[in-house]
């Protein structure tokens, strides 16, 4: 087929009104069609590559619309919105490289493409050198493939928008393919809506399109296998990671105690040098210790190294960062790919310290799976990086059925893994469902300005049914109050197995809750150790969560935190291995409880390494007193300490492992006294029989799960 050039509007012979519309120019503040409309049509009915400066206009052309389009609105679509139903069960577009080559000037009617063109494609072709363009639409009948032995990179100016089929799939070996946003500018974005915003630069993923990044397969993290110290130039790691190269960029994680210097940001970055099996020697020395910690009845953990580089990469720049926005019913394959500088932020109306706070553009983010409903079941997005962005890094939001395996969020801008909460905390959450976060890693989160990242997470466990995080890490959240590694957030409700995770070094909490539950929620095989806060903080009013077989190890402020009492059968820690490993005064604390509700219950468990004692009571005077019962737990030290400015507790109940159980009470009032316990005591009925120790065996994988390419 041969394709016409389509010569710029910029060019002398076609600068001011087009040849084919002899009309005068409209006036200022209007912009007329870059061609006449008949003859743009024509040769797109010819299966023409459009090349034209600037989208805008073309879109324009094809609307027949002489006046730009009116702006998206600057919020997200409404929450009732239904995605179009999934097409019929079918095999995954072909992709293959039998199609035109990109530099073929016959092909595009004499003339390749240049960085000022907008490109229209709707036949295959195959991307056979590198290219610059203005920007890029694939029609539903078009397909851009690069070529599998080449290392490639297509750089766009503007959107790169996808209706048909664009796939980076280098074979494995040195070939690297990179589709990059080099000219972003984040003071145009606009944000928000369901359509392709012009001003806002990015990949989109539209209509029934289809977009593959399949990348070499390799490890996503191996924890290291021995104490790491500084000045060592080499890691030795628990196993030999799959498909590591000489120059990957890694990344060591901190895991030292909370009373040292920059324990939640200490982290290491280096370049592979070489590899010998489990053993990487890296290209420069590192600067941080990064001890292994023993967990007690649990495992030893050493440093998570993260691997950063992947063959499939799309990318903005440092200076102006793009994003990527899936609407199209047609899952697509996501493996191995990094994605970097995306999530654009904007000038905020706030300052700091007499400084601008820039905010996040909404609905631009990292990976954004944008109101699909069901259409996104089936999906599996494996192995992929989302590193140096400026939002959100992973958001499914109001989209089902997406599994994140081995993935990872590192320094990123917001909550890492997220949808977008309720507009406020009486307004529920739009669900996600069937959510799996597998082996996933949340790294080095942040926020700005960081005093006021109130609870600032790396995974937001959202609303929804069916969804599971399991043996994934959070490391390195920074934030203030209520910050944490993973967050039950307000309106959220959502149910989820949560099992095996692991939270540490992060600023403040391993776990935060703050919902108000009307479900039955269970945490288990979870552990927390070298957090800034508490390994859990427990909250808000009333709900009913069971933790179990737990472990949380060092933490600067204590074990858990109780703000809420149980509502229905009661919250639940049974079962826990609770050593604060000299870092905090107390293991368990109990703090305001706005509403009175049933007992919270801490059994079977082990509390040790405390300064003071095992339980503080220290509900406040303006809250509801503490309905408690501390049954069957070990202690290494003073048991329990009830607060002298706490009021009268409505029930406290106690049973050491092996003592009968008593009920305290502010001292006096002729009952015995107990002044370790600044405390009296009185005989108790508990209506279950004592029973042993519960301590958990905890087992986390030392690498993450392992991930294939589609083929």
């Not at 977009?211 to 628990?238: H, M, N, S």
């Not at 609770?578 to 293991?587: E, H, K, L, R, T």
Request: net charge negative.
């Amino acid at each position: 087929m041969v394709h016409e050039p389509f010569e710029s509007p910029n060019s002398p012979e076609l600068s001011g009104s087009s040849r084919n519309d002899p009309s005068p120019p409209e006036p200022s503040g209007r912009r007329r069609p870059a061609v006449g409309r008949r003859r743009l049509l024509g040769w797109l009915a010819a299966g023409a590559v459009v090349a034209v400066v600037g989208e805008e206009g073309l879109r324009r052309a094809l609307a027949g619309a002489g006046a730009p389009a009116p702006a998206a609105p600057a919020t997200e679509a409404a929450p009732g919105r239904t995605a179009p139903p999934p097409p019929a069960p079918s095999q995954r577009p072909v992709v293959d490289e039998s199609g035109r080559h990109w530099s073929d000037s016959a092909g595009w009617g004499g003339a390749v493409p240049g960085p000022a063109s907008a490109v229209r494609i709707t036949d295959r072709v195959l991307l056979d050198t590198d290219a610059a363009v203005g920007s890029l639409l694939i029609e539903p009948t078009g397909s851009l493939v690069f070529a599998r032995d080449r290392t490639l990179t297509l750089a766009a100016a503007g959107n790169v928008e996808v209706r048909g089929v664009l796939a980076l799939a280098p074979a494995d070996g040195a070939a690297v393919h990179t589709l990059r946003f080099p000219a972003v500018d984040e003071r145009r974005f606009r944000g928000g809506g369901m359509s392709v915003v012009d001003s806002d630069t990015g990949l989109w993923v539209t209509g029934t399109g289809y977009l593959r990044l399949d990348g070499a397969a390799k490890t996503a993290w191996v924890r290291a296998a021995a104490d790491l110290e500084p000045g060592e130039t080499t890691i030795k790691l628990t196993s030999a990671p799959e498909g590591w190269q000489i120059g990957d960029e890694l990344a060591v994680t901190p895991t030292g105690t909370p009373d040292t210097d920059g324990f939640s940001a200490a982290y290491d970055l280096a370049t592979v040098r070489a590899i010998d099996g489990a053993t990487v020697t890296l290209d420069a020395a590192l600067q941080h210790a990064h001890p292994r910690v023993a967990l007690g009845a649990g495992p030893t953990l050493g440093a998570e190294v993260l691997n950063l580089s992947r063959t499939v990469r799309v990318e903005g720049t440092d200076r102006g960062r793009a994003h990527v926005h899936i609407t199209s019913t047609r899952p697509p394959d996501l493996r191995h790919a990094a994605l970097r500088w995306l999530g654009p932020r904007s000038a905020g109306s706030e300052t700091w310290n007499g400084q601008p706070v820039t905010q996040p553009v909404l609905g631009r983010y990292g990976l954004h799976f944008h109101m699909l409903a069901d259409a996104s079941r089936s999906t599996v997005v494996e192995g992929v990086v989302v590193r140096d962005a400026g939002n959100h890094a992973f958001v499914p939001h109001a989209s089902h059925g997406i599994t994140f395996r081995s993935c990872i969020s590192h320094e990123t801008w917001e909550d890492a893994y997220w949808w977008d909460g309720p507009v406020d905390t009486r307004t529920p959450q739009v669900p996600s469902d069937d959510i799996v976060y597998d082996s996933c890693v949340a790294s080095r989160t942040v926020f700005e300005p960081n005093p006021r990242a109130y609870r600032l997470t790396g995974f937001s466990l959202g609303a929804g049914t069916g969804s599971i995080a399991r043996d994934c890490v959070a490391v390195g959240v920074q934030g203030a109050t209520g910050a944490s590694g993973y967050e039950w957030p307000e309106a959220s409700e959502g149910v989820w197995t949560f099992e095996r995770c692991l939270a540490h070094n992060n600023l403040q909490d391993g776990i935060f809750v703050w919902l108000n539950a009307q479900h039955h929620h269970t945490v288990t095989q979870f552990a927390a150790y070298h957090n800034g806060g508490w390994g859990i903080e427990h909250g808000a009013y009333l709900n009913d969560f069971d933790y179990t077989a737990s472990v949380l190890h060092g933490n600067a402020a204590g074990g858990v935190a109780v703000h809420a009492l149980g509502r229905d059968r009661g919250t639940v820690f049974d079962g826990l291995l609770i050593d604060a490993a000299g870092q905090s005064d107390y293991a368990v604390v109990t703090l305001k409880h706005q509403l009175a509700g049933e007992t919270v219950t801490v059994s079977r468990s082990r509390l040790t390494g405390y300064r003071k004692a095992g339980v503080a009571f220290r509900a406040t005077t303006d809250g509801k007193p503490d309905d408690i019962a501390v049954l069957d737990c070990e202690f290494s030290g003073n048991e329990v300490w009830l607060d002298p400015e706490s009021p009268p507790p409505a029930r406290i109940v106690v049973r050491p492992q092996g003592r009968p159980a008593v009920q305290l009470t502010k001292p006096g009032n002729g009952a015995a006294p107990a002044p370790q316990w600044n405390a009296s005591t009185a005989p108790a009925n508990v209506a279950t029989a004592p029973r042993p120790l519960a301590l958990p065996r905890l087992a986390f994988n030392d690498a993450a799960t392992r991930t294939t390419r589609v083929g």
